[in-house]
């Protein structure tokens, strides 16, 4: 987290929003079941138009309603209201210290772990309310799985840390068992091939962009229904990063996803919805291509051009 003041944009050389238009992500690849017609409108008739159901008939995995936290006194989030659905990545953006990565620790009560930190309102998983004092938080958090900016992989070898979460949740009855999950977990985090032959190295002496696909493993490796990731390039090069990329690209039709990113370029390839925070408001929440070629609100406008921060 840093302060609200310090300046952003520092990956705006490129201009907005013809670049960034040109690469938004598309909803209606094999790996996102077709959408509606009327989903795939033109965004220029949308300017206009007041707010709609983005994804009408279906029920979003997660619903946030009227979320406002507290840090002590200071408010940082001021009543969001926002849906994460199946089979798409939503990208959170906005300037520094706007509440982006608060928003994200909502979402697996993240914010249980800090001093102070107090959550008001109502947020859903599947329509159960994960806010409740009888949810079961080591459980909700492999259902709702993160990974964080800097690949933190335990001090353990590749294998074990993929299989640490199987263990302690007991899903594997027994070595073969537990062995298929790590295959399959580092398969699906694109990171089998390089490490096959090394799983008892450890993990902290992968590369980063590695390390960070090992820490993918590890979330993938409880079967999670949701995965948070909190600028999870923003430590790495760009090879690195364009691996994660593709591979957020891969892991979209098995999980809900929502990402934290500062890199707007990165927002409009993985995303296909987006949400702009402003001073812990959303200011708007739309479908990816809406929000970088046609925002309703003038900030998003101003922020996705570069012109404050
Ligand atoms: N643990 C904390 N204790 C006190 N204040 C906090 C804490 N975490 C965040 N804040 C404050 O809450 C506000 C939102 O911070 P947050 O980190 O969620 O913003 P952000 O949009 O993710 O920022 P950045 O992009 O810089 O990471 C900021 O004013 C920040 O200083």
Redesign the pocket.
């Known amino acids: 987290?840093?302060?609200?003041k310090q300046p952003i944009l520092t990956n705006s050389a490129v201009p907005f929003p013809s670049t960034v238009v040109a690469r938004v992500a598309s909803e209606n690849d094999p790996l996102a079941p077709g959408l509606p017609p009327e989903e795939q409108q033109s965004a220029s008739t949308n300017r206009a138009a007041p707010a709609v159901d983005l994804d009408p008939g279906t029920s979003p995995k997660m619903r946030a309603e009227d979320v406002k936290v507290y840090?002590g006194e200071?408010q940082?989030l001021k009543g969001v209201s926002i849906e994460v659905h199946d089979d798409k990545v939503t990208a959170f953006i906005?300037p520094?210290?706007?509440?982006?990565?608060?928003f994200l620790r909502c979402l697996n009560r993240m914010n249980d772990t800090?001093a102070?930190?107090r959550v008001t309102g109502t947020i859903t998983l599947d329509g159960e309310d994960i806010t409740s004092p009888d949810m079961d938080v080591v459980q909700l958090r492999a259902r709702v799985g993160m990974v964080f900016q800097k690949p933190n992989p335990f001090p353990k070898s590749i294998f074990e840390n993929v299989a640490y979460g199987p263990r302690i949740h007991g899903l594997a009855s027994g070595k073969d068992e537990m062995d298929a999950i790590v295959e399959k977990s580092l398969r699906r985090a694109g990171l089998w091939d390089e490490v096959k032959d090394r799983l008892g190295e450890s993990g902290t002496a992968l590369s980063g962009g590695q390390q960070q696909r090992l820490c993918i493993a590890r979330a993938i490796a409880v079967d999670p229904e949701v995965i948070l990731m909190d600028e999870p390039c923003s430590a790495l090069d760009p090879i690195a990063t364009a691996k994660i990329e593709e591979l957020i690209h891969e892991l979209r039709g098995r999980y809900a996803i929502a990402i934290?990113t500062?890199n707007m370029q990165q927002a409009a390839r993985v995303s296909q919805r987006t949400a702009f925070?402003h001073l812990g408001e959303l200011i708007e929440y739309g479908k990816t291509s809406d929000i970088f070629t046609n925002p309703r609100e003038q900030r998003t406008q101003d922020y996705i051009t570069g012109r404050y921060g």
């Open positions: 987290m840093t302060d609200e840090y200071k940082a906005g520094s210290g706007c509440g982006k990565s608060t800090i102070g930190a934290v500062h925070f």
